[in-house]
């Protein structure tokens, strides 16, 4: 071979490669991850999340890609974004934290696989047919936290026994916060607690909330599930602290940040699920095969510094049932 051909060889081959490489990675199964609330403010979910992936034999950037799209709290977007998951034919959409997700994967397909995880029962949804047989082209994880809401004001109550006007904070744009407002309102009632109900859909939103609950005297709050209302733990933290109010929240993240104390689901945990589903799903099961889970790993967690710089002495009874308490 003369060494023009062979350096034009060369040249061609080179040329190839890239072109070779790009058409592998086009073949490589595309993941829409959906979700309400705002970038960035759960790496450690995401972590769990590709951990599980990983656990299937799925690495990010490796064999599978993920394309993120998140509503930062504006839930009027995710249709919007649904239906762009589509268009990029991507092999699964994960619905991530929350019903408004699911809700909008569901409305813009019903042929490409949907993994949600949802506080509200996924059957009255209309997200699958039944938990054991979801029938469609959709399953997942459900976790109760909405219906958690009365627990949480009890412990509440244990832990400022004297409040009778205690602050309900809900992300109004959120479907799941009109039944925990309903909750709440009838066990508060029980009890003889007056509900003073603030809503929040952005992070002003929630600093007037605050302010409001301050001039008002509320005595203690309770947080509502939201997704976006969880990736604000860090201000909402702040926020009580600086307010010198007494807050209860609805996941481990609360506290780990500041909060006073948390009763919930553990996130973590579904997000593990959710991943261990998607690869299931990537290896060829069909969501009709996979039966809806229903998480039931609750966890009690209580900040003792936080505790203690809010003037509260913890009952001894209620520190022997957390799960855990930060010193």
């Not at 959906?34 to 064999?63: I, K």
């Not at 969501?287 to 209580?302: G, K, Q, Y």
């Amino acid at each position: 071979m003369r060494r023009r051909e062979f350096i034009k060889l060369l040249g061609g081959a080179a040329m190839a490669w890239p072109l070779a490489a790009r058409a592998q990675q086009l073949k490589m199964p595309l993941i829409g991850l959906l979700s309400a609330g705002a970038a960035g403010a759960s790496p450690h979910l995401l972590t769990v999340f590709r951990q599980s992936l990983a656990e299937a034999g799925y690495v990010e950037g490796r064999n599978v890609a993920i394309e993120y799209h998140y509503a930062e709290g504006q839930y009027d977007r995710l249709p919007a974004m649904a239906s762009e998951l589509v268009r990029r034919e991507v092999n699964v959409i994960v619905a991530a934290g929350g019903t408004a997700p699911a809700l909008a994967a569901k409305a813009a397909t019903a042929t490409i696989p949907i993994v949600f995880s949802v506080t509200d029962d996924p059957v009255a949804l209309g997200l699958v047919v039944s938990f054991a047989r979801p029938g469609g082209n959709a399953t997942g994880i459900n976790f109760p936290l909405a219906e958690l809401a009365a627990k949480q004001l009890g412990l509440l109550h244990e832990l400022v026994p004297g409040a009778r006007r205690i602050g309900l904070l809900v992300n109004p744009n959120n479907s799941p916060s009109e039944a925990v407002t309903k909750d709440v309102m009838a066990a508060a009632s029980a009890a003889g607690i007056e509900i003073e109900v603030v809503e929040a859909d952005s992070s002003r939103a929630i600093a007037t909330a605050f302010a409001t609950l301050a001039h008002n005297r509320a005595e203690a709050l309770l947080i509502g599930t939201d997704p976006f209302l969880f990736s604000r733990r860090v201000q909402l933290a702040t926020l009580a602290a600086r307010h010198v109010i007494p807050a209860a929240f609805t996941a481990r993240e609360f506290p780990e940040v500041g909060g006073l104390m948390s009763y919930g689901t553990s996130i973590t945990e579904v997000f593990r699920q959710v991943g261990a589903y998607v690869g299931r799903i990537l290896k060829g099961v069909k969501p009709a095969d996979l039966p809806v889970l229903r998480s039931t790993t609750f966890e009690f967690v209580i900040n003792m510094s936080t505790a203690n710089a809010l003037g509260l002495e913890i009952p001894p009874t209620l520190l022997s049932r957390a799960d855990e308490v930060i010193e």
